[in-house]
C-alpha cells in the first residue's frame, strides 16, 4: 500500500528552528515534495529531492533518506509568517501522494 | 496564462443538484490533476490527464464524479447530484509532464453542499 506519516501538529517559537518529519511507504519512488500551504489557500512548492542527501534554500532544507523511506523540512530563523501546514507528498510516476499534512504554529 | 485558474473560487449548491468545475492550465502544461482537500485533510488524488486522455480515474470516489480535458488546455470536473460529502476545496494543479516535475496549484473551488 501507500502510506506518508506527518505529525499533526507542531508548535514551535519565533526565531527558533523546528524540524517536520515524513516517513513514507510507497510503491514507486521518483521523487519527494514539500509544500507550503496557508489557511485558505493554494500549496506551494517548497522543495523537491530525489537523491539522498540535503537541499537548502535559504531558511529552509529538506532532507531525504530513501533506503529509510524518511524525509525532513528544516524550517530556521522561524518567522510568524512560517505558520501555515506543511505537505509531504512523494511521486511514484506521475501523481503524488500527499501526508495529510502538519499544521505549524509559530508563536512569537 | 501565467498560472492556473480555477473557476468558480466558491460554489454553494443543494444537494442533488450538479456541479461544474473549471480549470484553466498554464500554457505548455501537458499534465493536469485534480484533488480534493476535506476541511483539515490531506489532499486527496482524483484524476490525472496526460494532454485530453486520462490514463489514471483511480481517485474519482463514484460514478458521479466525471472529468474531461480539451486538448492541453481547459479541464471541467463534474460532480451530478451532489451529496454533502462532496463538501470540499477541490484543487487543480499543472505540470510540464507527468513525472516529477513540481506542480503549480490553482487556488482552488470551495464547494458547499447545503
Known amino acids: 500500500g501507500q502510506n506518508i506519516d506527518q505529525p499533526t501538529e507542531m508548535t514551535a517559537t519565533e526565531g527558533a528552528i523546528v524540524q517536520i518529519n515524513c516517513t513514507y511507504q510507497t510503491s514507486g519512488f521518483n521523487g519527494l515534495f514539500w509544500y507550503q500551504q496557508h489557511a485558505g489557500e493554494a500549496p506551494t512548492f517548497l522543495s523537491y529531492n530525489v537523491l539522498d542527501g540535503l537541499e537548502e534554500k535559504g531558511r529552509f532544507s529538506s532532507f531525504l533518506s530513501r533506503s529509510k523511506g524518511y524525509s525532513y523540512l528544516l524550517l530556521k530563523e522561524l518567522q510568524m509568517k512560517d505558520s501555515a501546514s506543511y505537505l509531504c507528498a512523494v511521486t511514484g510516476t506521475y501523481k503524488y501522494i500527499f501526508g495529510t499534512g502538519t499544521r505549524l504554529k509559530v508563536l512569537a | 496564462g501565467a498560472g492556473v485558474s480555477q473557476s468558480p473560487s466558491n460554489k454553494v449548491t443543494e444537494k442533488g443538484k450538479d456541479v461544474e468545475l473549471r480549470c484553466d492550465p498554464i500554457s505548455g502544461h501537458t499534465a493536469l490533476y485534480w484533488y480534493r482537500q476535506r476541511l483539515g485533510q490531506g489532499l486527496e488524488f482524483l484524476i490525472y490527464?496526460?494532454?485530453?486522455?486520462?490514463?489514471?480515474k483511480s481517485g474519482l470516489p463514484s460514478d458521479r464524479f466525471s472529468a474531461e480535458r480539451t486538448g492541453e488546455s481547459v479541464s471541467t470536473l463534474t460532480i451530478q447530484r451532489t451529496q454533502q460529502e462532496d463538501s470540499a476545496v477541490y484543487l487543480c494543479a499543472s505540470s510540464k509532464t507527468g513525472e516529477g516535475y513540481g506542480y503549480t496549484f490553482g487556488s482552488g473551488t470551495r464547494l458547499t453542499v447545503v
Open positions: 490527464f496526460q494532454g485530453n486522455s486520462a490514463p489514471d
